[in-house]
């Protein structure tokens, strides 16, 4: 139900924007996110939008760094990713939910049913 893309082999302090489709209607989704796993690591929250929130939630290692956005009558997410660094290298995944969660849930991987398969974002020093 979700597709990613935009993965690659990018050096520090490039950019890279990594994309997510949806095959049904995008603007059902009560919140979406991007989350990452690197090697030997636990999947971790990147980025999430909720429905009729202020604006995106960020991780602290990402800030000022990464941009969430999501483009409902595209059925597709994005994630802009600017001045990476070799600590960004894991597989990227986005998910969706339909229900709007809480405030603290919205970077919490177990609040999301819906999964893409991951993109791998490599960053070479």
């Known amino acids: 139900q979700l597709q990613a893309s935009g993965g690659g082999l990018v050096q520090a302090g490039g950019s890279l924007r990594l994309s997510c489709t949806a095959s049904g209607f995008a603007s059902d989704y009560g919140s979406v996110a991007w989350f990452r796993q690197a090697p030997g690591k636990e999947r971790e929250g990147v980025s999430c939008?909720?429905?009729?929130?202020?604006?995106?939630t960020y991780a602290d290692s990402v800030k000022g760094r990464f941009t969430i956005s999501r483009d409902n009558a595209k059925n597709t997410m994005y994630l802009q990713m600017n001045s990476l660094k070799p600590e960004d290298t894991a597989v990227y995944y986005c998910?969706?939910?339909?229900?709007?969660?809480?405030?603290?849930?919205?970077?919490?991987?177990?609040?999301?049913?819906?999964w893409g398969q991951g993109t791998l974002v490599t960053v070479s020093s």
């Open positions: 998910a969706a939910r339909f229900a709007r969660p809480l405030a603290y849930m919205c970077l919490d991987p177990g609040s999301y049913s819906y």
């Open positions: 939008i909720r429905s009729f929130s202020n604006g995106p």
